[in-house]
């Protein structure tokens, strides 16, 4: 049972145009969703989040929509850059004693961003 | 202040063989997760130590084991290795109020 989607295993963009990813997800016990990005041999880094209780949340080029309705957030980068090639994964979380620190990912999204 | 330390980077075993991964946490984290990556699979949530106790476990066989330290230092330990465990495990602390984890920067098991 996949809680967490990424529907899109690729994204190509042009350098200073903007990079939509998508995520799904099913279990509307989720209190926070992040976005990791990823360089390979690397450990994931961190992004940007949001709380379940917001539909927005901005961090200079990085901005992350959430709607609850339809259960999907996005990721926007604004603008692309090529250091910004990378795979990108969306997580998800229920914050509670019981579930610990426990991340549910998607599969991923691969950006290339061409100079 | 240091991130998360793993090691070894990189390593390669042969069926039936096991083997032991070790990951140190950020000063003063509680909390260390494991997880397994793998191409087919993306990242899935092996389990989680807090304070030396199994807090949480995800779906995987009982070949896989960790423990955790009284200085939340953690290992884990896949026995009886197949094909199919070949992947990078990472190890991560943190958590809080936001779920915010600070990944290290895995572990690369190649199994033969």
């Known amino acids: 049972d996949q809680q967490v989607k990424q529907n899109s295993p690729s994204l190509s963009v042009q350098e200073g145009r903007i990079s939509i990813l998508n995520c799904d997800y099913t279990?509307?016990?989720?209190?926070?969703f992040l976005w990791y990005k990823k360089y390979p041999a690397e450990g994931p880094t961190f992004l940007i989040s949001?709380?379940?209780?917001?539909d927005k949340n901005e961090d200079g080029r990085f901005t992350v929509f959430l709607n609850k309705s339809a259960k999907h957030l996005s990721l926007h980068i604004v603008p692309s850059q090529p250091g910004d090639s990378a795979v990108y994964f969306c997580?998800?979380?229920?914050?509670?004693?019981?579930?610990?620190?426990?991340?549910?990912f998607g599969g991923g999204t691969r950006v290339l961003v061409k100079p | 202040k240091a991130g998360v330390t793993q090691t070894p980077r990189y390593l390669i075993k042969t069926r039936g063989q096991q083997v032991t991964l070790s990951c140190s946490p950020i000063?003063?984290?509680?909390?260390v997760s494991w997880y397994q990556q793998t191409p087919g699979q993306g990242l899935q949530f092996l389990f989680e130590y807090f304070s030396e106790t199994q807090r949480n476990k995800g779906n995987f066989p009982g070949r896989f084991s960790g423990r955790q330290f009284s200085n939340s230092r953690s290992e884990m330990n896949v026995s009886t290795l197949e094909l199919g465990d070949s992947a990078l495990y990472l190890c991560?602390?943190?958590?809080?109020?936001?779920?915010?984890?600070?990944f290290g920067e895995g572990s690369r098991l190649t199994v033969l």
């Open positions: 949001i709380s379940s209780i917001k």
């Open positions: 991560a602390t943190g958590g809080g109020n936001t779920g915010e984890l600070f």
């Open positions: 000063s003063g984290h509680r909390s």
């Open positions: 997580a998800a979380s229920v914050i509670s004693k019981a579930a610990g620190n426990k991340l549910t």
């Open positions: 279990n509307s016990m989720f209190d926070y």
